[in-house]
């Protein structure tokens, strides 16, 4: 992470904890810059839920402990 003054300092502990799920509105190669930081990150075509709707999305996000990364187009 880099701090105020554009230095690089270690990431708080928790990030490596993180997990994102990202939406299919967000490109699947999003997952492979994710993946050094925030180990368990997946996409959703990766657990078969490409073109589900968002209620199903949430639960598996919920039950894994996934943070849902979307987009919509507005």
Do not use: C, M, Y
């Not at 701090?3 to 990030?15: E, K, T």
């Not at 190669?29 to 990766?46: A, C, K, T, Y």
């Not at 490409?50 to 919509?72: N, P, V, Y």
């Amino acid at each position: 992470l880099l701090g105020l003054r554009g230095r690089a300092r270690a990431a708080p502990s928790w990030v490596s904890r993180v997990k994102a799920l990202l939406d299919q509105n967000l490109s699947f190669r999003l997952v492979e810059v994710l993946l050094p930081r925030f180990p368990g990150s997946l996409h959703v075509r990766d657990v078969g839920l490409t073109g589900d709707d968002d209620e199903r999305i949430w639960a598996l996000a919920k039950t894994e402990g996934f943070g849902w990364t979307t987009s919509t187009d507005s």
